[in-house]
């Protein structure tokens, strides 16, 4: 009889984990789906309104960083399309909402206290940092966002011209949710050749390296609804230290060995006063360092696959092997020029944007140990790094006339 009773004793503690359920389960109707972010400085007349809620007094000072304005696309219940429609849906899918706060952390404890259901960033997937606060730098955002659990590191992050605000009330007519519209375009840049890589996730490896400073996408409105990918905004450390041009971004990519082409250029055609418009559909590129004179430098050798989109009269013809040969010199002449311009340009702010530093360090290791050691002292050797620089283009596609 004790043993029965032992028995159904080891069987009932064995049993209740498995009955005690999602004991911290939420429903997602209970959730604030957090969408996307816009991050700008308050003005004068915002910072006035400031609203202590994360404060407990003059014993413990605000602190030191300036108030920021973080503007939220929250989803609405019901109103997100969960497939395709004819129409537009009555009412909008998101609700926007503006807080200030000292800090990321501050201002998001602002929205809480602004929204019913507890807030939720598992969903979260553009972050947009107005100009002025990613020159002011990110470091003060990065504890917050990498702490947090729920934020994706395949989220992205930007930088835009206009204050970010504005982003989050954008409703472009290709997208019924404004904030997908605007991830889905930084995903797809990649995809399309526009843009290297960029997430979140990526942007803190590189900003945590040695030998490299990251990069975001740059974004511009225009019109009224639509947006634009106006640059590739470079940093020194945590804070921009500028921006290119959008087809220096072919050039940036040019530089990593980024294979995908997407940017095409105006070339012009010797002996003639006649153009045509060249476009790169692959790219190889090598990087050799080593130390000339005792000082580091840097040998870039790129080679372009690329076809002719359009040329501008009749005078050239693109049957002529002579005429294909002087427009591949002349290509390789304009990219040697970009890429020159282009590394002139990152130096004067000392941004290693392009990662030669972790060439340095995977293959001179004992230079960087004894004579670099650290991130800001590369910056320095950065300024007055040495190049040399080898272009050569293979033009293999000048289209098709019809007879």
Known sequence: MLNDYIKILIATILVIPLLSGCWDSQEIEQRANVLAIGIDEADEKEKNKEEAIAHLGSKFPNPKEGIIKLTAQVAVPGRIPLGPEQTKSSGSSVLVVKVIGHTFEDAMLNLQQEIADELFLGHLRIIVLNEKVAKEGTLRFNDFLRRNPEIRRTASLVVSKEPASTYMKLSPELERV???????????????????????????????SKGQDPYLPYLAIK???????????????????????????????????????????FVNV??????????????????????????PHVVIKVRYESEID??????IMLTNSRIIKKIETETSKGVDQSIRKLIAKTQKSESDVFGFGEHFRAKLPNYWNNKVKTKDRWEEVYKNLTYDVQVSTHIHRVGMKAK
């Open 223 to 265: 019109g009224k609804e639509n947006i634009q990918l106006n640059g590739l905004a470079y940093f020194k450390g945590d804070k921009m230290a500028g921006k290119t041009t959008p087809l220096e971004i072919g050039i940036y990519m040019a530089i990593l060995g980024i294979g995908r082409g997407g940017y095409a250029a």
């Open 270 to 295: 010797p002996d003639t006063d006649e153009m045509v418009i060249v476009r790169a559909i692959n790219r190889k590129t090598k990087i050799n360092v080593s130390l000339k004179d005792g000082k």
């Open 178 to 208: 404004p904030s997908l519209y605007l991830a889905d375009m930084v995903d797809n840049l990649s995809a399309l050749g526009r843009f290297p890589p960029s997430f979140i996730g990526l942007f803190w490896t590189v900003q945590s």
């Open 310 to 315: 359009e040329k501008q009269g009749p005078k």
